[in-house]
C-alpha cells in the first residue's frame, strides 16, 4: 500500500508538533514541510523574547522532526505565491495548514501612520532577525515610549525597551538592535491598558520579569488596584505582583514604567512624527510628550489565498478538520493560530497537532484522495526555479551564523538577509540560482 503523504504549511511551532504528532501515529507516513521563509521555527525564532533562553531551548527538540528520514523541509517556499493550495492539494493526500497569524491589529486613532508609531509585530520581526523584515521607523532617541495592550506581546515589547543593550548581547538579537537600544536612552514607559487590572491578559511571570528589572520603578495610574476578593482567581498572582512593585514615592533616576489601566489611546499628535500622544482615561483626557508609539494589540489571520476563513484570524474548520463551503474538506486540516486565532503558548500547539494526527488517522479509511502526482515532481519544480532550502540548507545557515557571532566575540548573531540566508543555505551554487528576496 502507498504511503500517506502529507504536506504541512508552516515549519513554526504548530507545524512542527503536527509533524511530530503525525510520525508518531502513521509509522509510514511522508511529510513535506513547507516554509515561507529560508529558515524554520517560526515564532520560536522571530517571535518568542530574545531574553526567553527557556523557551528557546525547546529549538533542537522540536526542529528535531526536520532531520527525520521521512520527513523534508521545503523552506524559501511560500504558498500563494510560489505554489497554491490547489497544487499542493493534487500532490499530497493531506495539507495540514499550520501558517500561524502574521498580520497586527491596528489601533485605528488618528495619527498612527506617523514615523514612530509601529505595531509589535514589526518591532519584533526587526528584533528578532527575521528575513525580510523592513526596519520599522523608530526615531534614534526615545525618552519616552508608549505600549498600548495588555498581552504577553505587550509585556515582551516593553521588556524589550526597558532593558539596557548590553543585556541582551548574550542573546542572537542582530548588532544593529544592540546599537539602537544603546542610544535610544528611555525613561519614561508607559503600558495603557484599556481595561482594569482584574482583567488583563498577560501573565504574572512575564508581568514580574518586567517590574523586577534592574532601576524599574513602577507606578499605576486611574486605578487603585482592587485587592484579592475583587479579583478572579487565575488573575490574583498578576495583580500581586504589581501591588509588590508599586514605588512610593518619587523615584529618581532609572526607567520609570506607568501602568494606566481603563485607559486607550485617541490620538497621535505630530508633525509627521509622534511627538504627543492623548489618552482617555478615569480622569479624562490627558496628553503627554513621547516619541515611539508601539500597539501590541494582537494578531490577525495570515492571508493565504484560496484558504477559507471563518473570521480576519482563523481558517473555518470544525476542530482541526477545515471547512470549505460548509462541509469539510477532505484530507485538509488545520492547527496552531491558525486554528484558534491568536491566542495560546507554545505547548497549546502540541495538543492541536495531536488533535491533527487523531483526525488523520481516524479519517484515512475513508480518504478519497486527490493526488494525481508525486510530490517529488512538484519539489523537483519548485527547485527548478528557486533555491528551496532543506534539512541540510537549514545547518548550514546555523553554522553561518554561529560563524557570525564568533567574529563578533558572541555565541550566535542571526542573519537577517535573506539573501545572506539563501547563500549559507545553498553554499556555492547559490550564485547559479534565483535568489528571491
Ligand atoms: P492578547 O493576549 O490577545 O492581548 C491583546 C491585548 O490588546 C489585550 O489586552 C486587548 O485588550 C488589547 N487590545 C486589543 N485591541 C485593542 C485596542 N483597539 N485598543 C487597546 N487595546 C486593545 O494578544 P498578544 O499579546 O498579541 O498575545 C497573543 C498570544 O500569544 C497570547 O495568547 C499570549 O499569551 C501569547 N504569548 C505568550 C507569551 C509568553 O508565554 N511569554 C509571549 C507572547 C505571546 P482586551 O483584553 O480588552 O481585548
Known sequence: MSPTYAAVIGAGPSGLYAVHALLEADPAIRIDVFEALPTPLGLLRYGVAPDHLKIKALAPSLEAALAHPRVRLAG?????????????????????????????????????????????????????????????????????????????????????????????????????????????????????????????????????????????????HGVELPEDGMVPPHLRRTVRVLRDAVTTGTPTGGLRLHFHFGTRPVEVLGNGKVERIRLAGPAGLQEFDAQLLISAIGYLGTDVPDVPMSSSSAVAAQGPRVVRDGSVSPGEYVTGWARRGATGVLATNRADGEAVAAAVIEDAGGLISRRTSSPDALLNRLRARRIVVDAEGWARIQAAEQDEGRLLGRDRVKIADPRRLLAAASAADSLTREVAS
Open 76 to 220: 524559501n517556499v511560500r504558498v500563494g505565491r510560489d505554489v497554491s493550495v490547489e497544487t499542493l492539494r493534487t500532490h499530497y493526500d493531506i495539507v495540514v495548514h499550520a501558517f500561524g497569524a502574521e498580520r497586527s491589529r491596528r489601533l485605528g486613532v488618528p495619527g498612527e501612520q506617523m514615523h514612530g508609531s509601529v505595531a509589535a509585530a514589526d518591532l519584533i520581526s526587526w528584533y528578532s532577525g527575521k528575513p525580510g523584515a523592513a526596519a520599522p521607523r523608530l526615531p534614534a532617541r526615545v525618552r519616552t515610549a508608549v505600549v498600548i495592550g495588555a498581552g504577553n506581546v505587550a509585556l515582551d515589547v516593553a521588556r524589550f525597551l526597558a532593558r539596557r543593550a548590553e543585556d541582551l548581547r548574550a542573546t542572537d538579537v542582530p548588532s544593529a538592535v544592540l546599537s539602537w537600544l544603546a542610544d535610544a536612552g528611555i525613561e519614561d514607559l508607559h503600558l495603557v491598558v484599556r481595561r482594569s487590572p482584574a482583567e488583563v491578559k498577560f501573565s504574572s511571570k512575564e508581568l514580574r520579569e518586567l517590574v523586577s528589572l534592574p532601576g524599574a520603578h513602577t507606578l499605576v
